[in-house]
Structures are given as C-alpha cells and as structure tokens.
C-alpha cells in the first residue's frame, strides 16, 4: 500500500472534520455535539479536566465506540460507522492511554503483524522504525516484559507501521522518563516535518504548549475552546474548567 | 403431533411459559449477579442447582421433609459451597488475562458433577410430593409449577430488595458498576465477590429444590440450565438484573409455545435457537439501555 | 527448529508408518486413538488456543462429522474415505454458520453458545429420526478396515498439526494471536479480527469433523449420546491445558501424555476418570497456565515453534 501523495500546504481542505458529534453512556453525555476541523500537517491537542471526554471523543473518532449523533468526515468522506479496521486503512493510527501492546509477541512482531503485503519489506521498515524508537536492541524481546516507556515506544512505532496520515496520540507523555519524553517529542516533531498531521491528548501543558500549534479544549463533553495554545491558556473558561467551578 | 390450534391451547401454553419462565428467572438471577459483579460466568451454576436438587431429594428420602421446607437447607448450604468455591478457586483468576475464569469454573462444574455421580450414581430419582392439577375453566395448572413459581416469584422478589434496599445490595451494585470507585469508597470487594458468590449459588440451589419436585433428579440435569441462563441474560441485557425476569418469561414462553409444533425434546433446541438469533439480530440484547 | 529435531521427527513417522506391520489389533486402536485425540487437541488448540476464544462444544463438530459420514455411508453407499471427508466439510460448513453470529460475541458469550450448539445437535439427531435413525442410532455395513482408518487418523493428526505450525509461524498466526492478546488494539491497528476469527473456527472444524467420520466408520455404530459427549470437549482441551495451548508440540505432547495415563492407569478408576479431568482443569489454571511447553518457553525464552 503507497500512501496518497500528502497535501503540500496546510490551506487546503481538512483531514479530519467532525460536525456535532455526540455520545452518550446512558443518560451521561460523554461527548456533546462537539466539532472541529484538522488541517493536513499539523499538530493539534485536546485538553480538558479529567472525565471531560477526550478519549471518548478519540475512541468515536477510530470506531471504537459508535457515536450516536453527528458525522466524521477523514480525508472528506464519512467514516462514523465504520469498524476500528477500515478507518485504520484508510490512514488513521491511533495509541492508547493505557498502552496496549500485545504482551506475548516480541516488538519485532508487534509491528509486523499490523503490516500486509511483502514481508520482506514490512521487515525492513519495522527495523527502521525500531530503531527510529532506539529499541533495536530489544527487538527479540516479548512486548509483555519490556517497561512502560519502552512499550510506549513500541505502540509507538506500531502505529507507525500503518503509515498513517493522521495520528491520535493518547497521552503521550504519561508515565515515561525524562530522557524517553524528550525522544518522543522529537519523533511526533519529525511526523509534522514528514507532513503527517498528529492529534493528541495530554495532560502535561509544557508538552501541549511545546508541541501543538492549535488546541481544542473539552469539558464535560463539550467544546469550550479552540485556538492557539497561549490564547486557550488565558481563556476565562477554560482556566475555571480546570479548577473546577 | 396435534395440527390444530385452539385457544384455549395458546391459553394453556402461555400459563405454561410463564410459570416455566419464572424458575428461569430465578437462577438467572444468580448467573447474571456473578456475571455482573466480577466479569465471571460460572459454568457451575448448573451443577450447583443440580446439588440443590439432590439436596431436597435425600431429606425427602430419609427424613420425608417437605421439598418446600428443604429450601431452608438446600439454599444456606449451596450459599456456603458458593462461598468456599470463591474463596477457594475464582478469586484467583476474576482478573486473569484471557479466559482461565471459564475453564476454571468449567473445570469445577465437571468435578461437582462428576462427584455427584459417585455419590448419587446416576440412576434418575424423583420426588413423588405435590402431584395432580387444578382446573381453571378450559386450564389446566399442574399443582408443582404452580407452588414452584409463586416461590420463584418470592425468593426473587426478596433478592431484588436486597440489591435494592439494603446496604450490603447497595455496596454490590456499586461493584458491579465501577470496582476501583467502590473500592476507593471503603467497600471491601472481596468480602462482595464472596457474598455475590454465595447468593448466587443459593439461588441456583433454590430452582434446583423447586424443579426437584418436577423433573427427574440425575448428575447431569444441570448443565442445561447454564446455557438457559446464559440465554436468559443474554435476553434481558448483561448487567440489567431486571433484565433476568424478562428474559426469564420470554424464554419460558418462546419454549411452551414451539411446544405446540414440535415435540417438548426439542426445548434445549429452541433455547438456543433463541440464542443464535438474539445474538444475530440485536447483540446487545433486548433492553440494552443499561448494560455496558 | 533444529535439524535434529526434524530427524527425530522423520524417524518418528516412518516408525509410526510401518507400525500396522507389526502391530497387534489392540496396539492399532490404541495408536488409532491416540491420533484421534491428537487432532482434535490440536483443532481445540488452533481456535481456542490461539485466538483465546474457548470453544466449549467442539465435539459438535466432531458429531457433525460422524452423523455427515454415517449417513452418506448408509443411506448413499458412498466409500467411507470420501464420507469423512464430506464430513469435515459439513463441520466446517456448520462453524460457519454458527461462527456467524456467536464470533461477534466477546468470550464468554461464544464459549456457553458453543456448550449450547452441542446439546442442541445432539437433541437434534434424536429428532430427526429418518435421517438419523434417531434414539436408535445408526450402523453401518461391517467393515474391517482398522489398518487404512489407522493411516488416515494419523494423517489428519499430522495434517492439522503441520497446519498449526504453518500458521503460528506466518503473519496470519500471529493476527490470530493478537485477538487473544488485545482485540480492541487489534482491531484498532486494522486487523478485521471477526474475519479472522471466522477463518480459524472455521479451520478448526475440520479436523474433528473428518476424525468423527473416521471414528463412525471405525465404530461401525452411531448415536446421539455416543458422538456428542461432553467429555471428549473436556478431554480435549485438558489435553491442550496440560501441554501449553496456543503452541505447536503443546497439544501433541497433552493427548500422549493424558491418552497414555488413562489407557495405562486411569482405566482401572473409570468413575474416577472425569473427576480426575475436572481437578487436572482447576489446577492447571491456577497453578500453570501456560501449560507444560507454555511454563518451558517463558522460563527459556524459547521460540514460538515449540
């Protein structure tokens, strides 16, 4: 699979627009009619307090959950409705905030079991990008006995495996080292320079303030902001929304 | 095989359903408590109601106690077996990766049915009590159902209060919706896992009692009603416990009724034909809503 | 694997292969059952094993596949080689149809429906008695052919091992595994688990479903409680819990192990038997359950071709 030709510009028309998108857990509204619009290479976060339905908002995006109302448009065209796996070929990867590596697989195999096509060259790629993540040494290795960064890294470099054009990034910066993080933000850097666009969620406002060129802000399932990180900052609402009034 | 259906035959077949249905609900109600609380399906349900049984057969033998009053042994017993089996074995494996909670509880029910068989052998028994019907204009009501379903009716009855009401039920419940929070909140969940465990085995041991008067008493009668009352949950909706008693008189009904074209030796057929088909066309059950 | 395990190997086969030559009648059934069990450990293990979606009716297919035999043998007077294969097409085609709608179920729910599917065939096969002969049972015309089923069962068991180890060492494999490991991030990352899942049920039925013809033909008698029975599913899997599911040699060395112990001990303690595999199932979940070559290849680090 060759990816599309990526749009040169970041003008054109989004990657990935969602319009009134909503779910509900019963009578809880864990996402309430949000939208948003991603231009093609860029960097983008989504913060929020606790519970205010960034992962729910991820999970609808790549059809994990089936979101009840609103449509999601990828690359112009409707993917709500789809499964997990279409919207995955389509160019979408995703990580999750809780890392799920496939325990009993060593790295090496983590990452080709994602690819289809000639094994060979899945196999070269997969040692690129291992050693793009600096985990060449514990290729062998069974995913299920590596650290929490080093498994990070290798859901990582699985998602890369994919060769998506967008990528959802659950927490990134959670739970790894210093010297880890430092790589990590590097690498999600080199992703916009490839012309990939990357969305992701976090907690941690030096990394978002660092990183992201614009960033949405949730609460309680809603949009409360959008806009470059600095401005969001000194938003009124949002500065209460974390401080819980 | 009778091609002509009256009314008064459909009449019969529904009185027949719901009263079928009502003991269905009964042990689902226990299955699905487990089910609920700790992610766990207990292939010994079955088996544990079929202990029931033998229970109230042996007093019934030996002492001519009243199956009805051996409720009053046969549930606090299976209450204890329920708790000894999680203490002993499912608390080990609640969280286990994969699926060692359904081959350790298969494994269990083997064991149980297998001692029964040495115990009991497997010759059928039967406990000749209540025999005999009512006649209710063109109805015609056999004496044990009846009895059997207003117990039914009663024991879970009381077991909704309990979940409902009390503090115990209250604490259970929260388990069941969110573990790390309910742990957090000071309720201790293991004492929770034991106690679910054991209600539900008493359940269980309570249909086991109430068909004992009915059906013939063999090790292996219980299995049958793991998969009913897997159905029954899977109609209702996992985790919705008032979803048992639908789907307890649903399957109970759809049984009587095929009762009407084929032959009653199909019914553990139809129960999962109704499975297959539920599972087909509507996954999450018939009343989602609540279920996650 | 190393060349001296394939030598080893090949010295096996071609002993096993000219056994018949020797063999008394008894020494032929007892290895005829042996490669019985072994396929249908290895069948369990393929599904189950490898996806960790537990089939707690596989003996269905094994049932599907002695009545699909029987029938075709008596009632069509087809040549028992061709009805067992028509069998293990018949089992396959019935996992489709069934893994249909219960592989879109998470475990639990496809485990007791496949506990249901067996009962239901079994209440089934009494049903239908012109077809099936029904409570009666089925015989079939008298045939003494132990030495050619001898052959065949040992083919079917090395056919869905060499089958097994195709796929665990392929992409396809490790897909199948990536279903037990995390089915959400599986499916996340653009595997299409329920197609996959529907493939391996599917390839999964149809060992047992040619050994159950082969096993009818062998009986020369069927009925519903004598193909359907709830033990040979817990016999099965006891064998893949005992030597490591979701490996090669796992299942193989479980049937030797557990088929042995029952000819050489446990036959004496028949009432004892089941309860024994009960036990044997609770243990090996709480004390080891990866199995025997499973705990051997975490403790070593071995290969994923044990």
Redesign the interface.
């Known amino acids: 699979m060759t990816p599309p030709a990526r749009p040169p510009t970041a003008t054109s028309a989004p990657i990935l627009e969602l319009s009134g998108v909503s779910k509900r857990f019963g009578g809880v509204a864990a996402v309430n009619g949000v939208s948003l619009a991603l231009a093609p290479g860029r960097i983008y976060g989504l913060i929020g307090p606790n519970g205010s339905g960034k992962t729910t908002l991820f999970n609808c995006i790549t059809g994990i959950e089936r979101r009840d109302a609103g449509e999601i448009r990828f690359r112009g065209e409707r993917i709500d409705g789809l499964a997990p796996h279409r919207i995955c070929h389509r160019g979408m990867g995703r990580t999750f905030q809780t890392v799920r590596v496939f325990p009993e697989m060593t790295a090496l195999e983590n990452l080709l079991v994602v690819t289809t096509g000639d094994l060979a060259r899945a196999r070269a790629r997969a040692d690129e990008l291992l050693r793009f993540v600096k985990l060449d040494r514990l290729v062998r290795e069974y995913a299920g006995n590596l650290s929490f960064g080093h498994r990070k890294l290798v859901e990582f470099a699985r998602v890369l495996m994919t060769d998506p054009e967008l990528i959802l990034l659950d927490e990134p910066a959670a739970g790894v080292t210093p010297t880890v993080l430092i790589e990590l933000l590097e690498m999600v850097r080199s992703l916009r320079a490839e012309g990939r666009t990357v969305l992701l969620v976090e907690h941690d406002m030096k990394v978002v303030m660092g990183l992201c060129e614009m960033v949405f802000v949730l609460d309680h399932g809603e949009k409360l902001a959008e806009g470059p990180p600095g401005v969001v900052q000194s938003d009124e609402r949002v500065i209460e929304a974390y401080l819980g009034r | 095989m009778n091609l002509v259906i009256t009314p008064t035959m459909i009449g019969q077949v529904v009185i027949s359903g719901l009263l079928a249905g009502s003991l269905y609900a009964l042990v689902a109600l226990g299955l699905g408590l487990i089910f609920g609380i700790m992610r766990v399906l207990n292939v010994a349900h079955g088996p544990i109601l079929m202990l029931g049984a033998y229970t109230t057969y042996w007093l019934f033998s030996t002492v001519e106690l009243d199956p009805y009053l051996s409720l009053l042994v046969s549930m606090p017993l299976m209450f204890v077996l329920g708790v000894l089996l999680q203490k002993l074995f499912v608390r080990h494996v609640v969280d286990a990766p994969g699926l060692s909670s359904l081959l350790l509880t298969f494994g269990v029910a083997i064991a149980i049915v297998n001692i029964a068989q040495l115990a009991f052998t497997s010759n059928l028994r039967s406990v000749e009590s209540l025999t005999g019907s009512f006649a209710l204009g063109p109805f015609a009501f056999s004496k044990a159902r009846v009895v059997a379903c207003g117990f039914a009716v009663g024991i879970t009855a009381a077991a909704f209060l309990f979940l409902q009401k009390t503090r115990l039920g209250k604490a259970m419940r929260a388990v069941s919706q969110n573990r790390e929070i309910a742990q957090v909140c000071g309720i201790n969940v293991q004492r929770i896992h034991m106690l679910a465990f054991g209600i539900a085995s008493a359940l269980a041991a309570a249909g086991g009692s109430l068909v004992a008067v009915m059906v013939a008493i063999q090790p292996g009668m219980g299995q049958v009603y793991t998969v009913k009352s897997f159905v029954v949950i899977v109609l209702g909706g996992v985790g919705h416990y008032p979803g048992a008693l639908v789907g307890g008189l649903l399957l109970g009904l759809v049984e009587q009724l095929s009762s009407l074209f084929l032959t009653t030796q199909v019914n553990e057929a139809v129960a999962y034909i109704v499975l297959v088909l539920v599972l087909l066309l509507r996954p999450t059950g018939l009343f989602p809503g609540r279920s996650q | 694997m190393t060349r001296g395990f394939l030598a080893g190997l090949g010295v096996l086969l071609v002993a096993l292969a000219l056994y018949p030559a020797v063999a008394t009648g008894y020494g032929l059934r007892v290895m005829l059952q042996l490669f019985m069990w072994i396929a249908l450990a290895q069948s369990w293990n393929l599904i189950s094993g490898l996806t960790?979606?537990?089939s707690?009716g596989h003996v269905a297919f094994f049932g599907m596949g002695a009545y699909t035999t029987g029938i075709l043998i008596v009632k069509l007077g087809w040549v028992w080689g061709v009805a067992a294969l028509a069998g293990g097409l018949t089992a396959a085609g019935l996992a489709f149809v069934?893994g249909?709608?219960?592989l879109?179920?998470k475990?639990?729910?496809f485990?007791?429906?496949m506990?249901?599917?067996n009962?239901?065939l079994r209440?089934?096969a009494?049903?239908f008695e012109g077809l099936t002969g029904g409570g009666y049972g089925l015989s079939l015309p008298t045939l003494d052919a132990s030495g050619p089923i001898y052959y065949a069962m040992g083919g079917v068991a090395v056919a869905v091992t060499a089958l097994v180890h195709l796929i665990v060492t392929s992409?396809f494999g490790?897909?199948l595994?990536?279903i037990?490991?995390?089915e959400?991030?599986?499916?996340?990352?653009?595997?299409?688990?329920f197609r996959y899942k529907l493939y391996a049920f599917v390839l999964s039925a149809v060992g047992p479903g040619i050994v159950g013809g082969l096993s009818a033909r062998d009986h020369g008698y069927i009925e519903p409680i004598s193909v359907f029975p709830?033990v040979t599913t817990?016999t099965m899997?006891v064998m893949v819990?005992v030597g490591g599911k979701?490996t090669i040699w796992g299942p193989v060395l479980g049937a030797t192990l557990l088929f042995s112990f029952q000819e050489l001990v446990w036959s004496h303690f028949i009432?004892?038997h089941?309860?024994l595999?009960?036990?044997?199932?609770?243990a090996m979940?709480?004390a080891m359950?990866r199995g025997i070559l499973g705990a051997l290849r975490q403790r070593y680090g071995l290969p994923r071709t044990i």
């Open positions: 960790g979606y537990v707690f069934i249909w709608p219960c879109r179920l475990g639990p729910y485990a007791i429906s506990l249901g599917l009962e239901a209440v089934l009494s049903y992409r490790l897909r595994m990536t037990r490991e995390d959400v991030a599986a499916e996340a990352m653009g595997i299409a688990t709830i817990i899997i819990l979701g009432s004892l089941q309860l595999f009960g036990a044997i199932m609770v979940v709480l359950p």
